[in-house]
């Protein structure tokens, strides 16, 4: 398919703007070319399901208090989700669309309880493990509250560099998570180039809207502090899958240079005979859950992972 007129009519925001022009810059954005990522990104209003009661705490972790945020559905499934935003490891907040409008829209979907982690990030000082540290913990406290409650199932997900560190925090727990929820993962530290005809029409976007070589390495760096020697749980697809993994749902992006991380880990799963299932959202970029619903592909993503959850749920008790 072609990339959705939606996304494609809105890239002449963009004009005459580049990666070059933002490190001559030193990596800051000018407030012009904030304004038209606003307009860029611009659905319009969205407010939360109404049913759906939000509430702001934090979870002691192992370097300090690790802010989160929950919703609970008007008719809980007994099924919960930890939901963790991506942002290359080193952006990203709670407001987020692909983490406030991730996690609400679940809750209303999927009559689940969900837990939005809002990690350290990657920021030169701060690097690997301590986001995953943060992640586990969150992990751990909503490990211990689920298992008081009868038949219930608890998932971890997260999208882009969230869905490693989701990924991560359930290999190095010993708290098993009864399914495992990914969108568009970044969890190869070398990820495979797409095909031809998708790189081609992918040659349309900026180059901001990438990920080069150079991007990824960036961000391996960033988070980890070296591309050597990188560790199995920075960036998890390359641990070995074994038949006896939880339950695992895999979102792709269809225009998206990330993408072959994700298939990566899908072919692994079905070599290795661990339960997969997958979904290529047509049409849309990398990041497509950081828009509202009403954006294309959004609300058939979020229906399909809520699918998942609302799965869980029929095996309960």
Same mark, same amino acid.
């Given at each position: 398919m072609s990339l959705d007129p939606y996304y494609r009519d809105r890239l002449s925001l963009f004009d005459g703007f580049s990666n070059a022009d933002r490190a001559a810059a030193g990596g800051?954005?000018?407030?012009?070319?904030q304004e038209r990522l606003a307009a860029y990104g611009d659905d319009g209003p969205w407010? /939360?399901?109404? $049913?759906?009661?939000?509430?702001d705490e934090t979870v002691d972790g192992p370097?300090?208090?690790?802010?989160?945020?929950?919703?609970?559905?008007?008719?809980?499934?007994?099924?919960?989700?930890?939901w963790v935003h991506g942002g290359g490891f080193a952006a990203g907040t709670l407001d987020w669309p692909e983490a406030h409008v991730v996690?609400?829209?679940?809750?209303?979907r999927a009559g689940a309880e969900v837990v939005s982690v809002d990690y350290r990030l990657a920021d030169?000082?701060?690097?690997?493990?301590? /986001?995953?540290? $943060?992640v586990l913990a969150v992990w751990e406290q909503l490990d211990d509250e689920r298992s008081a409650v009868p038949g219930a199932r608890t998932a971890i997900g997260g999208a882009s560099a969230g869905a490693a560190l989701a990924l991560a925090a359930s290999l190095r727990s010993d708290r098993r998570a009864d399914a495992v929820l990914l969108a568009y993962p970044f969890l190869h530290a070398a990820v495979p180039a797409l095909p031809a005809d998708v790189l081609a029409e992918m040659s349309v976007l900026p180059d901001f809207m990438r990920f080069p070589t150079e991007s990824i390495d960036w961000m391996v760096g960033n988070y980890v502090g070296r591309l050597e020697d990188v560790p199995e749980l920075a960036l998890p697809g390359i641990v070995p899958v074994t038949p006896d993994r939880p339950p695992l749902s895999v979102l792709l992006s269809e225009f998206d240079d990330l993408r072959p991380s994700g298939e990566l880990l899908i072919a692994a799963s079905e070599a290795a005979g661990a339960p997969v299932r997958s979904r290529l959202e047509s049409g849309v970029l990398h990041g497509h859950l950081n828009r509202h619903p009403v954006a294309p592909g959004v609300s058939p993503s979020l229906d399909w992972l809520a699918d998942g959850l609302r799965a869980m749920g029929n095996h309960t008790g």
């Open positions: 800051t954005l000018d407030e012009a070319f407010s /939360p399901p109404s $049913d759906v009661v939000i509430t370097h300090g208090a690790v802010p989160i945020r929950r919703y609970v559905p008007a008719d809980p499934s007994g099924v919960a989700l930890l996690s609400a829209e679940l809750a209303a030169g000082t701060t690097r690997y493990p301590v /986001p995953l540290d $943060d």
